[in-house]
C-alpha cells in the first residue's frame, strides 16, 4: 500500500513538472511567435485560411434606445460577431433583434422575462435570425449553481439550437464571492452542474500598480483545463474599457496580449468588456469604443484591427484546446 502511494505521489510530481514546463514554453514561445503570426495575417492570409472561426462578442453592447441597423452595422464592421446587452423587457429585445438582422449580426438576449416566464421567451425568440443565444447570469456564487442548472435546462428543453451563457469569476474574486476558496472546485462544479455549450469567464490582469497580474495565467491554466475535463471550449475577455485607476488604459497593445494569451491558452471564443460605455452610480466607465454619446473613440480604431488580426489567424488557434 505505501509503494502504491509513493508512485501515485512520483507521478503527480511529475504530471506537475509536466505542467510547468508546458506552460514556461507558452510563456516564452509567445512574444516570439506573435510578431511572425501577424505579419503572417498582412502578408500571407492566403496560407491561414480556415473552414471555421473564432467568435467576437463584444459585453454591454448597443442599448436598446440606440438598436438601429446602422448601430449593429458599425458593430459589425468593427469585427464582431456578436453583441449582448442587458435589455428591459420584451420589446426591446424584439427591437434590437430585428435591427441586427438587418446588419447580419447575432444577439445573446437576456430579460427578466426569460426567467420569470422561461418557456413563453423562448418559444417568441427561438426562430429568430439573428439570436445566438440566452444569458442567464454574469458571476454566480456556487449556491446559485443548482438553479442556474435547473433553468438551462428549461431552455435546452426548449431550444437546444441556441446557446445558453453564463459568465464566471476569474481566480482574484474573494471566496465570499466564489462560494469557495478553491477556485479549482469552483469551476468544476459549475462545469458538471450547468449544462453549457461553453465556458466563459473574465480577468483583466494588466495593473498600472503590479503590472500583470501574478495569478492570470494560473487562471488561464486551471480555466482550460476544467473545460478539457468535460469536453468543452472555453472563452475569455479583454478589458477594453477602463474603468478605475488601477487598471491599464485599454490600448491595441493591452488588447492583444489578453487576446492572444486567451488563445495560447486554447480560448475558441473571444469577448471584450465593454463594447458600449456603461452608465453606473458606482464605477467610472470611460474608453470604450463607443463613448455615452455614441461616438468611436481609438479604441473602436485598435479593436477593428485586433479583430481582423484575429479572424486572418482563426486556423492557427482552432481546435487548440
Known sequence: MLMSTDIQLQKSRQRNKTTILWISIRLICLPLILPVLILQSAFAQDKLESKGHIPILGWYSIPPEEATSARYMEMKEAGFDYSFSFLGNLEAVQKSLDAAQKAGMKIVIGC?????????????????????????????????????????????????????????????????????????????KFAKEVPLHFLSYDSYPLTTADGVYSKWHQNLEIF????????????????SVLFDDFHEVPTLATMRVQMYTNLAYGAQGLQYFTYWTPVSSTEDFRGAPISLTGKRSAVYDDIKLLNQEIKNLAGVFLGLN
Open 224 to 239: 482550460a483545463d476544467e473545460a478539457k475535463k468535460v469536453n468543452k471550449p472555453f472563452w475569455g475577455f479583454a478589458q
Open 112 to 188: 427578466p422575462e426569460l426567467k420569470t416566464e422561461t418557456e413563453k421567451t423562448v418559444k417568441r425568440f427561438m426562430n429568430h435570425p439573428a439570436l445566438a443565444g440566452y444569458f442567464l447570469r454574469d458571476e454566480p456564487a456556487l449556491d446559485a449553481f443548482t438553479d442556474l442548472g435547473n433553468w438551462a435546462k428549461r431552455v435546452n428543453a426548449i431550444d437546444a439550437k441556441h446557446f445558453c451563457y453564463v459568465n464566471l469569476f476569474p481566480n482574484y474574486a474573494t471566496a465570499t464571492q466564489l462560494g469557495t476558496s478553491d477556485y479549482r472546485e469552483y469551476v468544476n
